[in-house]
């Protein structure tokens, strides 16, 4: 009924969720399901490595572009890709899914797919607006949702086990990230974008969305 009526508590409530997405949480969710992968399928881990490698890239890339040097596309309403939506998508997929396949292989794709519609929910709930304008939370949901679908096409066939120490370690491990205080990577990306670029600042908004938000108050 909050997110009907725009009630304030159900709106600080979606805020705070939203930092969940960040790195505080995330990077150590992608260290579990590589220690999970290293000791039940080497090949595996090497394809995960890849795809964290790729997917990270492409958004440390937006924002490098456009913090330093302004860049942004304009045409679909983005500046950058959300990080906080691409992680989600990315993590909550691939997780639920090794999960699934620990108690029965079938609910493998079901689970991915669960984990595709919560982090959806979640970009465009709770990612957006409080850290992104929506096209970009989407933009991230797509990218992490590809490389999700992509990891796990590819590991289709292999046999991955993970014993349940594992998973309980892992899970405990992530409880107590989620309970720490959150960190982002903004400061450090403002600061090798301006080093690269040579600007004296990094861009913070485009131009385009601030005229039409000067628009929109006139």
């Known amino acids: 009924m909050g997110a009907e009526t725009g009630t304030p508590g159900w709106g600080c409530m979606r805020a705070e969720l939203a930092h969940y997405g960040g790195i505080t949480v995330m990077i150590p969710a992608a260290i579990i399901i590589a220690v999970w992968l290293r000791y039940s399928n080497p ?13 990270y890239s492409i958004v440390a890339f937006s ?6 040097w302004g860049l942004s596309f304009e045409p679909l309403g983005i500046a950058v890709l ?4 691409m992680n989600t998508c990315l993590m909550l997929t691939v997780g639920l899914s090794l999960l699934a396949r620990q108690f029965n292989p079938v609910l493998r794709w079901p689970a991915a797919g669960a984990g595709l519609l919560a982090s959806a929910w979640f ?3 709770c990612v957006a607006p ?5 096209s970009e939370a ?5 990218l992490g949702a590809v490389a999700a679908i992509a990891f796990l096409w590819r590991i289709e066939r292999a046999d991955i086990k993970v014993s349940p120490s594992f998973i309980g370690g892992g899970l405990v491990v992530l409880l107590a990230c989620a309970l720490v205080p ?14 690269l670029s040579g600007a004296e600042h990094a861009y913070q908004a485009p131009s385009w969305r601030v005229n039409a938000v000067h628009g929109k108050v006139e």
């Open 123 to 125: 970009s465009a709930y």
């Open 43 to 55: 090949w595996a881990l090497r394809a995960w490595i890849i795809t964290v490698g790729v997917t």
């Open 182 to 195: 959150k960190y982002n990577a903004e400061l450090l990306l403002n600061r090798v974008a301006t080093t």
């Open 130 to 134: 409080y850290i992104h304008p929506l």
């Open 63 to 68: 924002k490098l572009l456009f913090k330093g």
């Open 82 to 85: 959300s990080g906080h939506a």
């Open 138 to 142: 989407l933009a991230g949901a797509t």
